[in-house]
T-cell receptor, first 112, second 112 residues
Framework: DAKTTQPTSMDCAEGRAANLPCNHS???????VYWYRQIHSQGPQYIIH???NNETNEMASLIITEDRKSSTLILPHATLRDTAVYYC?????????????FGKGTRLSVIA | AAGVIQSPRHLIKEKRETATLKCYPI?????VYWYQQGPGQDPQFLIS???????DKGSIPDRFSAQQFSDYHSELNMSSLELGDSALYFC???????????FGPGTRLTVL
């Protein structure tokens, strides 16, 4: 069973920040929060991951609450090409080769 | 940069036939994963290999088998195909010391 809960869908205006929430209230101390996205039947693409500190890379920022029970993925300036299904995944990363368990994800539509 | 290669990209088979899907991971990656994504569904983990040994097993039917070869490429063998096997099959690869899985473009299998 997926360990995360995400909104089914969200809309975002092009050029605005897209904030995608994720609840993971049963997360364990050794589990990381990962975000992947899938653009229309393409292979899923890694975005970012974190344990408890906020993280930022060239694609997005990840904000994790202090109790680690929820997080928000932020796309600072959404473009039409960011339209995709975004998956929040909780995963043990002690060894890097554990599989990904995809839940339902959030379908983000970026609107011109 | 080199990516994960999957072949064929499209495959059409009849019920009860067999199919073989191939995956060529990114050079020097030591782990290969197979995922299945049915129409309108989210990707589901099937099986993975680390250094040519099976490392994890998900919801893979007994009719399916897979292996990883000495050159690290992997093959997913599917026998007695059923209509419900029609899906996108993704291969992903990773390096143990990294946390990111890189997905291939997928093979679209249609069973008639």
């Amino acid at each position: 069973d997926a360990k995360t809960t995400q909104p089914t869908s969200m809309d975002c205006a092009e050029g605005r920040a897209a904030n995608l929430p994720c609840n993971h209230s049963t997360i364990s101390g050794n589990e990381y929060v990962y975000w992947y996205r899938q653009i229309h039947s393409q292979g899923p693409q890694y975005i970012i991951h974190g344990l408890k500190n906020n993280e930022t890379n060239e694609m997005a920022s990840l904000i994790i609450t202090e109790d680690r029970k929820s997080s928000t993925l932020i796309l600072p300036h959404a473009t039409l090409r960011d339209t995709a299904v975004y998956y929040c995944i909780v995963r043990v990363a002690i060894s890097g080769n554990t599989p990904l368990v995809f839940g339902k994800g959030t379908r983000l539509s970026v609107i011109a | 940069a080199a990516g994960v290669i999957q072949s064929p990209r499209h495959l059409i088979k009849e019920k009860r036939e067999t199919a073989t899907l191939k995956c060529y991971p990114i050079p020097r990656h030591d782990t290969v994963y197979w995922y299945q994504q049915g129409p309108g569904q989210d990707p589901q983990f099937l099986i993975s290999f680390y250094e040519k040994m099976q490392s994890d097993k998900g919801s893979i039917p007994d009719r399916f088998s897979a292996q990883q070869f000495s050159d690290y490429h992997s093959e997913l063998n599917m026998s007695s195909l059923e209509l419900g096997d029609s899906a996108l099959y993704f291969c992903a690869s990773s390096l143990l010391v990294l946390d990111e899985q890189f997905f291939g473009p997928g093979t679209r299998l249609t069973v008639l």
